[in-house]
């Protein structure tokens, strides 16, 4: 595929992998496009634990579905990520960011612009909503054929020093190259982040990994490959906008956007 191509086609699988296990060819090929990512000195502060044994992605799948449940079931989650939602294409294209909520059960359909109310956490909990929501989690991690964990070397990584950021941002780096990769590969790759939201399920994500005390665990990635038709999930959102150009780059200073490209019909005009 042609680089700008895989940039095009790069995001992030919402859905179920095909069950074929990763080949090791591209395991080891994963893990190598990360080294060359750019990093402090050439600090290379990134570690991967690659995972295959079905029982640890089984526990993994676990803790994430319940983690998704309580999520749900507190409110927390709605709370948290509610200036990230869109319901509309109008609105989606007027923001052009965040994602757009537009497949769910048809019972929540009348109640989606109040599932951020008490009402409407009452509606979704009464419903089962949560608890749907987190066995679809928990099936879609214990589904997948690879996990990778991404860790941080802690003589690198110090959070409130310099050396915290340049870590992560060459951790960002490695990840993209991954990212790009597996797109390449006929892979997907999602983000395993509802352990994250609560503190003591992390701890016994590191406790799975065995994490050593030198090194920090910082996100854990479910891959495998993916089939040309998908099924989506319950409840799945789009986010194929980007941000017009005018939006997010400026010239010469903070005071001067850039403005869009003229459409063809325009540069015709002038």
Known sequence: MDFLEVLKRRKTTNGPFLPDPVKPEHQRLLVEVAAMAPSHFNSQPWRF?????????????????????????????WKRYRPYFRFSEAEM?????GIHFDQMPAVLKPFRRQIFSETGQAVMNRFGVPKTLGEDNRKLVAGSPLLLAVLLDKTEYRPGELSGFYSIFGMGAAVENIW??????????????????????????KRLLKVPDDLELMAVYRLGYVAKEQ??????WS??????????VFRDTCETPEPDLATPTQQGKR
């Open 49 to 77: 634990v690659l995972v295959d044994d079905r029982q640890t992605i089984d526990e993994v799948a676990r803790i994430s579905g319940e983690s998704m449940t309580r999520l749900l079931e507190e409110g927390t989650f």
């Open 231 to 236: 099924r989506r999930p319950t409840i799945d």
């Open 239 to 248: 986010s194929r906008q980007r941000k017009r150009i005018s939006q997010y």
């Open 93 to 97: 294209e007027e923001r052009r960011d």
């Open 180 to 205: 790009l990769t597996t797109t390449e590969l006929g892979m997907g790759i999602q983000f395993v982040s509802t352990p994250m939201e609560i503190p003591e399920n992390w701890e016994r994500m």
